[in-house]
């Protein structure tokens, strides 16, 4: 995991190992360490970037043993904020700039305790999107009608990239969530920059749009928060689509040591489902991604 870097190494060159999204998955990493070629295009999307900085409590990445409870807590902290970046995304047009994910245990395709035996690999780790998300599932074209429209998306480090353009570099919006009711709250279009847009959490796709329809030529809009932003999709169908889209974007950790088969999925909606435990499928019929 990034061993030049643990070291304080140059890389002189560099090889794509393996990994768990075929050649989708190469090409992202190489994107993630800012070593692929794209054209200018993919650098300027015509309906602009959607942004957020994470929040993550420091108890969730050290407290406790790294296991296979503490790594999911940690990663499902981050999903479901990402689903909440996902559905503001589709509701305004705009490319999402994945944000970094942590990780407690690597990913492999056999069982292990953790991280590869015999490596230096620290944990917590900054680990590939592809160890929680299918990167060549999310590019595939699914059906608009029976799905929602594609989600596009970028790597962590797109916006640190030296190859974006001044133009996007200066065009940003920060947005600063806050409770409604409480001073300076509410829904406007109104800020004056370098002052974050005061935002009230749990809005409606009505309140986004109206807001933000404001700001269509701004091409980064940067939440400095997540959590609990939007409140959700008023039209139920609309909601169906997205979430047949999403549940399909996440993959597996593998693998337990003690159980056959051993790995693990991932679910976009597991705060959903009271007692949610990280357990291997028990039976056969019960190996498949959740539904």
């Known amino acids: 995991q990034s061993m030049y870097q643990q070291f304080r190494l140059e890389p002189y060159a560099v ?101 590869l035996e015999g490596s230096v690999t620290r944990q917590p780790f900054l680990c590939p999107m592809d160890h929680v998300f299918e990167v060549n599932v999310m590019l595939k074209e699914f059906p608009v009608s029976e799905f929602g429209p594609q989600i596009a998306f970028r790597e962590y480090s797109f916006l640190d990239n030296p190859v974006l353009s001044r133009e996007v570099k200066e065009s940003w919006l920060d947005v600063q969530l806050c409770q409604s009711g409480s001073k300076d709250c509410y829904a406007s279009n109104h800020t004056s920059p370098p002052r974050p847009l005061r935002f009230p959490k749990r809005s409606s796709e009505e309140t986004f749009e109206a807001v933000f329809s404001a700001f269509k030529d701004v091409k980064v809009i940067n939440f400095l928060s997540m959590q609990d932003a939007f409140l959700g999709f008023a039209d139920k169908a609309r909601e169906q689509k997205f979430r047949k889209r999403v549940k399909q974007y996440l993959g597996i950790w593998c693998c337990v040591t003690n159980h056959t088969p051993g790995h693990i999925y991932y679910d976009m909606y597991w705060d959903e489902k009271p007692g949610w435990k990280p357990l291997p499928p028990q039976k056969p019929e019960d190996d498949h991604p959740p539904q």
């Open 15 to 115: 090889h794509t190992t393996f990994q768990y999204a075929g050649t989708p998955g190469k090409r992202h990493r190489l994107r993630e360490a800012m070593l692929f070629y794209d054209p200018p295009e993919y650098y300027n999307s015509s309906g602009g970037f959607l942004s957020f900085r994470p929040s993550i409590p420091k108890s969730l990445l050290l407290d406790g043993k790294h296991t296979v409870e503490s790594h999911f807590s940690l990663v499902n902290y981050q999903i479901k904020q990402i689903r909440t970046a996902f559905a503001i995304a589709t509701l305004l047009k705009r490319t999402l700039v994945m944000p970094p994910i942590w990780c407690r245990l690597d990913r492999l395709w056999f069982p292990h305790p953790g991280v």
